[in-house]
């Protein structure tokens, strides 16, 4: 089974430096770090409102990494003309809302199928792996895979909510049709990614999906660095990871 790589995003340690303002904590130097402690890539949302990931930021990750960039965006004007400046290895696209704390669900594909098809033609003409941030359902995978997206990334936060939540018919729920809509996922040819909510607790059963080929996370791993370090947060990941896929 081909390793699974872990992307590390970074959006909140900028959080914590535009609490207050300054240069503190740097997202650039958790990057840094991270790469450090075996992250196979950096994932970073530029939000309309810039509420975490500044623009300098992603200049300087484009200027400073060796591991590729995922670019978080939403599907707007401003945002493809920034990615298509920047070329970064990837683009994933999600829904955004100004009122929301964080990503709260998958994008709706399958309504939007003509617009986000235009969206994303530019970005592969360009080099950049679109990929698109979904729910495990089955008609936004056959949507995705019809706009020309190369990978999709399975919304995890209703898995990892009902575990947290000790709902756990609900979370064996939601773990099977994950499991059931990644294998239907690479049926079509697409690249299967996971992402949203993950932590110690709850990523080694979806690492044992043998389709899937990124986790990404990162809120759990910034709020676990405060007391454990980030590279040793980002190592314990990495290991239980790697334990799941062995």
Known sequence: ???????V?????????????????????AARLAEEAGADGITAHLRE?????????IEQLMDTLTVPLNFEMAATEEMQNIALRHKPHAV??????????????????????NRLAHFIAPLRDAGCRVSIFIAADIRQIEAAHRIGAQVIELHSGAYCDAHHEGRFEDRDRELEAMREMSTFA?????????GHGLTYETVEPVAKFPEVR?????????????????????????????????
């Open 214 to 246: 990124e986790l990404n996370i990162g809120h759990f791993l910034i709020g676990e660095a405060i007391f454990l370090g980030l590279q040793p947060a980002i190592q314990e990941m990495r290991r239980l990871m790697d334990g799941a896929r062995a």
């Open 49 to 57: 409102d810039r509420r975490h990931i500044a623009d300098a930021d």
């Open 9 to 29: 995003n970074i959006d909140h340690v900028a959080t914590v430096r535009n609490a207050r303002g300054g240069d503190t904590p740097d997202p650039i130097r």
């Open 1 to 7: 089974m081909e390793k699974l790589r872990l992307g």
């Open 92 to 113: 994933c696209i999600v829904p955004e809302k100004r009122e929301e704390r964080t990503t709260e669900g998958g994008l709706e594909v399958a309504r939007e199928e």
């Open 186 to 194: 690479h049926s079509l040819g697409l690249e299967v990614h996971v």
